[in-house]
């Protein structure tokens, strides 16, 4: 609760005026016109004065109500529509960069690029692309991405250092619109113990990491790396300090996922208040999920003036994940009335983005999970089910079509023929490296739709996240098996895949089909690798659906997924298998920025 103190002052005539009127009436404790400037000052005032202001007004002859002064409270103020920040949320997508953290969860090149189309498609304002030097396929992969998005700023991240900078400079070259992301850690304990670096040091790094960045870039954002721990004195200087240097957008993550919403919606007032120049950046936070308040602090950020949100999609991301892009969003969109705020999402890409991203990382998404789980929009109790059907808004908030949960469409016949498919492609943001490419995929679409009447657009996806677009990365590829399974009967399996061009036959009993098809594999290649995970989904509805095999492999200290697609499991899993191997290569020296 705020009270209009100004208001209020006035309607009793003034401070002067006021001050003399309560000690009239009550002479045992006077009041000074000081006083009353500190209630002005300070925005409130004693309850007991509250109660005498009540007397007062009685004695004067008129009403008094206490709540006819009632401000908006903190919260809505901060988010009303006149806001001095302005009304534009900024979504800034690091699936690709930060989501691609989570153990196991890498891309390739191709599949990067597949997924950065998909986020442009779906409005995000920035896709922070990855971390140019991390590997130079990470800076291959942000090269590509940023030849290849035109709508979206491509951004790359680097630590406050000449030779990350540079790197990322060089990685968004192509990009219409490029941005580089500088970060360096703020908090006593990651100053003295990983950087031992002094605050002056500190300081002097960020400055000059984001003066050299703003000779690749006008689009310089500049994070202080677990702010949640950082001092807030520190903080205001650091941020002084860098935008007078050029930094146009300020970053606040709570990098380990520590904060609760109402200590970050302080913590970002305070800083947007007291910052120098707060009114020539755009404020941003970086949330994590490790007590599952990232979506919750990321919106208290913004109800405190942030105008953009650094998220995930399926809130994608290592330990407990980040902020999730759905859920902030939908959220925002929902409660329109609350926070008076436009993204420039088109919601209805939500479902396919999930799912996409799923698919190519193999994370699945939990069915409860709010907005892209199965399960968000579907009611089983009675009562709701009742109550749905005669009206939607009785206990729907939002509709399943707005966020892209429609009915399989329907895509590609049997009869479909190679123009048709290579137009649908184009249509799902997928392309193919080259023709070769493209008569493979084709070839595969063919015998799917041999097998299955219908084929929809996410079967096209899980036709190519087993690695038909990369043909030329592949060590080995799966080209055949004949599996025999009999009651009774130990299973046996015999494959025949590729190695590099050359064709490798291998047989072996198991414990079950997959188990024997596995171990097939592993009797030729030898790769070592203990088997932590394998999953199986129905693409879509139906027993005639294709079944996506995930395969988590570990060798090493290195995780890679793999997945495969097939109206057979048995074939998609020993294409997963083959697909996880073919991952082991270009893993080692991962450099992994806890930001
Ligand atoms: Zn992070």
Known sequence: MQLDIERLIEDFG?????????????PDEPVSRAAIYKWRERGS?????????????????????????LAMAPMSAATGRNHKMGDRLFIFDTTLRDGEQSPGASMTREEKVRIARQLERLGVDIIEAGFAAASPGDAQAIHAIAEQVKDSTVCSLARANDNDVRAAGEAIKPANRGRIHTFIATSPIHMEKKLRMTPDQVVEAAVRAVRQARNFTDDVEFSAEDAVRSDMDFLVRIFDAVIQAGARTINVPDTVGYSIPSLWYQRIHTLIERVPGSDLVVWST???????????NSLAAVEAGAR?????????????????????????????DLFGLTTGIDSTQIVPTSKL????????????????????????????????LKHRETYEIMSAESVGWSANRLTLGKLSGRNAFKTKLTELGIELASEEALNAAFARFKELADKKREVFDEDLYALLSDGVGAVELEDFKFVSLKVNTETGEEPRAEIVFADEGHEKRAASSGSGPVDAAFKAIESVVHSGAELQLYSVNAITKGTES??????????????VNGQGADTDIIVASAKAYLSALNKFHGKENWLNPQL
């Open 546 to 559: 294709q079944g996506e095999v995930t395969v988590r492999l570990a060798r090493d200290g290195t995780i």
């Open 286 to 296: 970086h949330c994590h999920n490790d007590l599952g308040m990232a979506v919750a």
């Open 357 to 388: 991203v799923s698919t190519i990382t193999g994370y699945p998404v939990q069915p409860n999970k709010a907005i892209v789980g199965a399960n968000a929009f579907a009611h089983e109790s009675g009562i709701h089910q009742d109550g749905v």
């Open 14 to 26: 003034g401070p002067g005026r006021l001050a003399e009127a309560l000690t009239r009436i009550f």
């Open 308 to 336: 953009q949100v650094e998220c995930t999609i399926n809130g994608l991301g290592e330990r407990a994940g980040n902020a999730s892009l759905e859920e902030v969003v939908m959220a925002v969109k929902t409660r329109s």
């Open 45 to 69: 005032l004693p309850l007991t004065q509250l109660n005498k202001l009540a007397q007062l007004a009685a004695n004067q002859g008129r009403t008094f109500n206490y709540n006819d002064y």
